[in-house]
């Protein structure tokens, strides 16, 4: 939570101001997927933002910066999601 904490002071955010949290549900290795979608869902219901999970294939061919203007019918809100691991 410190590394996240860091990262937001660094480039002059505020978690008070974040209306949206985007996490990857995969595929990928068990515990990185767990962790994520822990820690995000942990930030999204202490700060009572919108929490989406999207897959990787979401992201062929398109930036991180495109995120936000994918239509959210792609993405899964915060009590459907279901991480897809890998081994």
Known sequence: ???I????????LNLDKITQIFVNQGPGK??????????AKGIAFAKNIDLY???SEHLINKGVN????????????INL????YSS
């Open 81 to 84: 999601i279901k991480p897809l």
């Open 30 to 39: 068990i515990s990185s997927i767990r962790n994520s979608i822990a820690i």
């Open 66 to 77: 495109q995120l936000v203007k994918i239509d959210k019918k792609n993405f899964t809100n």
């Open 53 to 55: 999970g999207f897959l």
């Open 5 to 12: 904490l860091n990262f937001l002071n660094q480039h002059n």
């Open 1 to 3: 939570m410190l590394l």
